[in-house]
């Protein structure tokens, strides 16, 4: 059985007002990998024959980059660094809903408990 088609898809911190990112941060994001549809959502069918590469990667120009997994379960979508101390789940909020396509934004529940906003840069085959 072939694997499915995977993109990687970047994403960026958006303008959030009230924060310390009030302008947004172009070098601080995640790189993800996963399939999606052909109108730019998150595959579950797909993600199911295709786990395994499906793949998350946290930036900051501050911090090491932290590599993780793109989970499902049930609705949920969330990010989980395999080895932190706290377990380090991000849960993303509606995941499975957003559009990935440049220009859209997602947000994500960030290591403190914040809900913050990213814009789709980039979406390509991997």
């Keep these: 059985m072939a694997q499915p088609q995977l993109s990687r898809i970047v994403m960026r911190l958006a303008r959030n007002p009230g924060t310390e990112f009030a302008e947004g941060d172009d070098h601080r994001g995640y790189a993800l990998v996963a399939p999606l549809t052909s109108d730019g959502h998150l595959d579950p ?10 793949s998350v990667r946290r930036f ?51 290591e403190d408990g914040r809900l913050l906003t990213y814009k789709v840069t980039e979406v390509s085959p991997v």
């Design 45 to 54: 069918t797909a993600y199911t024959k295709a786990k395994s590469a499906c």
């Design 60 to 110: 900051a120009p501050d911090e090491d980059p932290a590599d993780g997994k793109l989970v499902h379960q049930g609705q949920r979508w969330f990010f989980d660094y395999e080895g932190a101390a706290d377990a380090g789940d991000e849960p993303v909020f509606r995941l499975g809903q957003h559009r990935f396509a440049v220009g859209e934004y997602v947000s994500v529940t960030d």
